[in-house]
Every structure is written in C-alpha cells, then in structure tokens.
C-alpha cells in the first residue's frame, strides 16, 4: 500500500518568488514524517507539492522532482488529478462537505468520475472508513445527518475517513489539530499511530511536543530572513532531532529559543 | 433595551463625543426601525389598495362585467375571464426562467471559475450593463430585430417537432408570439441571475474547493461537489429576481406579443395569451369605472402569484437548513 516518496532539488515558486529552495528529502513507507518550523518557512508549501495542490494556486510552479517510489509526479504524462487520488489531504481546519451527510462525505471521493458503487459495498466502505478514522461509533445512528453538525474533532476525523476512503497510498496532514481541542487532538495522534500501519504519513505541526509524540522521522524547515526562501535544515529520527540535532538552529528551535 | 453601557469618560471633551455617539446610535437605531416598518407599510397599503379597489369587479355579476368592461365576453365569471391572463402570465416567466438560469449559470460558473481573470471582469462589466438598458429598448429590438430572426427557426421547429406540445399549432409569420417574448424575456433576466450567481459562486470557501481537488476531482467535480452545492439556495434567489421581473414585465411584452385570450401551450402561434401586466397597460388608458376595477382586480393575481412565487422559494431554500453550508 504505502509508498516511499524521494524529492530531490525542489525549488517551489510563487511567480519570481522562491518559496523553498533545494529540498532532498526522502520519506520512508509506513512511517510518519512530521514537518516543524517557524512560520512561513514553507512547510505547508513543501507538503502541497506532494500531491499537486500547490499549482491551484495561480503562478505556482515547482522545479526539480517528487517521484513516489520512482515515478516523477511532475513527469509531463502525470496528470494531477491522478496523483490526489493517490495522495490523499487532511486540512487545518476541518472541511467535510457542509451540503452532504455524513455518509456522502465520505463516498464523495469514491463517487468522483462517475464510479458507480453498489449500494452494500457503499455501506460497507463507510463503515470501514469511519472504523479507520474511530469515528463510527460516535456516527453510526447518524449517517444520514449533515456532516457540519459534528464537534470540530469529530468533523476533522470525517475529513480523515474520507481522505482513507479513496484508498491513497500517502496521507498529507496540514497541522490537523490546529484548530482542535487537547481531547480532540489526543483522538487524531492515536489514529495517526494506527494509520501508519497502512499508509506514509507526513504531517505538518506547529506543536513540536506533537511532532515528537507521532512522528518517526522529523524534518526542521527554516528560513533566513523575510522574503528569503525556506529552507530544510536538518532531517533525521524524530529521537535524534528533538535529543542531539547535528544543526545548531535546530537546537535553538526544539528547544524553544526561538519561533 | 435603549440603555447602553459607555466606559467613563476622561475628559469634558471626550464625554462630549460619547453623548454625540449615543445620540447618533438613538438616531440610527430610529432610522433603521423606520426603514423596516417602511416596507411592511408599503406592503400593507399595495395590498390594501388593490383588494379594495378590486372589490367592485369581484363582486360584480357577469352581466355587469360585460356591461362596464370593453371586450367582456358574455356569461364569463372573473375568475374565467382572468385565468387565461394568469395561465400566459406564467406560462410567459416560466419559458424565461428556463431558457435563462442555464444560461446565466454556465455564465455565472466561467466568470467565477474558468474564465482568466482579466477576461472575467470584462465580462461582469458587460453582464451587468445589459441590466441597465430599458425594457422599452428590449421591446424595441424583440420587435424589430429578434423576431424576424427568429420566425425562420420558429418554422422550422413547428414543421420537424411539432408533435412536442409546446411546439404545435400554426407559426406566427411575424414572429410575434410567446415563444419570441419568452427569449426576450429571458435576455432581460440573464443579467440578474448571472450577477447574483457569480458573486454566490464567488463566496464558495476555498477550504471546500480545496477538499474536493484534494480527493482527485477535476475542475468540473470540484463545481459539482463544492461549487454547486454552496451556491444552491443564491441560484434559486438569483433565479425568483428573475422570475419577478418576468412575472411583471409590461413594456417588452406589450410591444411584442400579438395578445389573445386562451390557455392554449401553443407558444408559436401568434394572438393566444397575454399577460396580466401588459393587459393593464394596454386596457388601461380606454377604461372606466368598472373597467378599472377588472384591471386592479388582474393586478391583484399578479400580486398573489409573485407572493406566492417567493414563499415557494423561500420554503424549498428552508427545507434543506441543515445542509445549506450555513452552519
């Protein structure tokens, strides 16, 4: 199922602006690899590479690769739409569909293209979905209610359901607990821990006490000054990163003296 | 519940300001609950006036109708004498509205989400200058110029499909039929519902763009999915501005349509409806006495349908509360 992604020289532009410059990164299968750094130092803007949404915005460009276990997501034959089927998102602030159920939210991704389902495999991959994101049991006698009637935690873990119900090989998170209460938060870092059995996760946090609670691996994002583009400093086992960095910015970061 | 709480004042000269900023507050406040009781005033007196000065037609036996009315057919009720203006008045809106909310949604959608964006003001600008020119000037140009165009199409439809309903009967030569004011119509509302659309379009949050693109959809699955949704109950606000602007259009129609008197779906042939506003323009300056109270007592339909148009919409925009993005 999980894929190992490799990006190598990727420099992200936003028109002439250079957001993030020169990136190596390796991201290991069934694994999750989380993502620190001070504030726009680009590693939301790195992570919406990984699956072609950083292009939605207008002028948006990147150079260098990204390729998933070989295969160059920027190659000129992929289409986009292919690689987010394959890549699946989680946002910082909980969008489940607000004019669907709870149930249509997470066919939603299912029923694009025109896929027909039958009716016993739709209930059977709800079921599964919101088993995967620990949510069926709160929604069960529910499925037919709108999705934005649930508590902002239960909301996020519909959006993860529904990013789990296209089967993707690799989930993306975008500090997900950002807008969420500590309880909340706690549900998302087990789930995290059990998604990892199947898929590659990378996760983008603000809170360092979370990256080191989920992650395996941990890359540090910063950047020199404003208007300078982002850069990732270090990267290495989350143990290492947050106990002996190899870096001195890094150390300053975890460690709280700066960001 | 007029009392407000200020913080204590440092200086004279502040304190001063305060009392300017609460006597402003009292007075906006008036304002405000003068212009809402305004409206329902204004209501009040419409609907008042036009059930009184209805009241002599609606009272009034069939003999004394055909009596007091030019045109009044015989042994004719005021509820038969008006239906056939009631039945072209919608007939009229309808053809409008379902030749125009295509339009002006796929209008609406390239502005909002195909177009680039140089190209998408331009066109905005465009859209709503066609809402600024009179309808006198539709009326002028439907006449002149679209039905002559249109005939040939018009016979051409009768002649290949006029086993359709809407399509039977025989073609007004000249064009001046339902079907020609139904597209005049149409073009007279595309400017309302389009701008009202796209700016709906506009609002849609990009956090539901973005999960929809998230999932693998294309641009046209992510206007299905989050697009479309978000902007359902605007569309169908933007498309009863339109329908209450075809519902009362008078000039346009009066210029276009040879009127008649049927219930026929006919739309091609010429002189088989009229629509109330029209009729009252027309009939109007020929009228007296009860003559006057049978137009007022039309206007008073069209009053009732219009209301009853826009709670119709209002309950199908409430039915789905729950899910209209809203909370």
């Not at chain 1, 992604?5 to 990727?10: A, G, R, V």
């Not at chain 2, 009241?55 to 036996?61: G, K, N």
């Amino acid at each position: 199922m999980a894929q190992r992604i490799d990006t190598k020289d990727l420099n992200i532009y936003y028109g002439d602006f250079r957001a993030v410059e020169d990136v190596n990164m390796t991201i290991e299968p069934k694994s999750v690899t989380a993502l620190i750094g001070p504030s726009g130092c680009g590693k939301s803007t790195f992570l919406r590479t990984l699956n072609r949404m950083h292009e939605v915005v207008p002028g948006a460009r990147v150079e260098g690769t990204v390729e998933m276990e070989g295969v160059d997501l920027y190659g000129p034959d992929v289409d986009p739409v292919a690689v987010r089927k394959n890549v699946g998102m989680v946002f910082q602030r909980p969008n489940p569909f607000p004019t669907m159920s709870i149930r249509d939210n997470v066919l939603a991704g299912v029923k694009l293209n025109n896929k027909r389902i039958s009716k016993s495999d739709a209930d059977d991959l709800v079921e599964s979905s919101l088993h995967g994101a620990n949510l069926w049991n709160e929604v069960k006698d529910r499925l037919d209610r709108p999705g934005s009637g649930l508590s902002g935690g239960q909301q996020q873990r519909l959006c993860i359901a529904r990013a789990i119900a296209i089967k993707p090989q690799v989930l993306l998170m975008d500090e997900p607990c950002s807008a969420l209460d500590p309880i909340s938060t706690i549900a998302i870092e087990d789930l995290i821990g059990e998604l990892k059995q199947e898929y590659t996760i990378v996760i983008v946090t603000h809170n360092m006490q979370q990256a080191a609670r989920v992650s395996d691996r941990t890359g540090f994002f910063n950047i020199a000054g404003t208007g300078k583009p982002g850069r990732l400093i270090e990267m290495d086992d989350t143990a290492t990163i947050f106990s002996s960095p190899a870096e001195k910015a890094t150390e300053d970061y975890v460690s709280g003296r700066f960001g | 519940m007029t009392t407000t709480v200020s913080p204590p004042a440092k200086s004279s000269r502040r304190r001063r300001s305060g009392n300017t900023d609460r006597g402003f507050n009292r007075v906006f406040r008036w304002i405000a609950v003068g212009a809402g009781a305004t409206i329902l005033a204004v209501l009040a007196a419409v609907a008042l006036f036009l059930i009184s000065e209805a009241w002599p037609a609606i009272t009034a036996s069939p003999e004394e109708l055909a009596a007091g009315v030019p045109r009044y057919p015989e042994d004719t009720s005021l509820l038969a004498y008006l239906g056939p203006l009631v039945f072209g008045t919608v007939l009229a809106a309808v053809l409008a509205l379902v030749l125009a909310v295509p339009v002006a949604m796929g209008i609406a959608l390239f502005i909002s989400h195909y177009a680039p964006r140089r190209l998408s003001q331009v066109l905005g600008a465009l859209v709503d200058l066609l809402a600024a020119i009179p309808s006198v000037i539709y009326g002028l140009w439907g006449f002149f110029v679209l039905a002559p165009v249109l005939t040939p199409f018009w016979t051409w439809l009768n002649e290949n499909l006029g086993w359709f309903p809407l399509w039977g009967g025989q073609v007004s030569p000249t064009g001046r039929s339902m079907a020609t004011v139904g597209v005049v119509l149409a073009i007279m509302i595309l400017p309302i519902i389009t701008a009202v659309s796209r700016e709906v379009f506009l609002q849609t949050p990009k956090l539901h763009e973005e999960a929809a693109l998230a999932l693998g959809a294309t641009r046209w699955e992510v206007i299905r999915t989050a697009v479309l949704p978000f902007g359902r109950s605007g569309v169908i606000s933007a498309s009863m501005l339109g329908l209450g602007r075809a519902l009362g259009e008078t000039m346009a129609v009066l210029m276009i349509l040879s009127p008649g008197f049927t219930y026929t779906l006919d739309i091609l042939a010429a002189g088989q409806h009229q629509t109330i506003a029209a009729y009252i323009a027309a009939d109007f300056p020929e009228s007296t006495g009860l003559g006057v109270n049978t137009l007022i007592a039309a206007g008073l339909a069209l009053f009732v349908i219009t209301l009853a148009v826009n709670m119709t919409a209002r309950w199908v925009v409430a039915r789905r509360k729950d899910f209209s993005g809203a909370n």
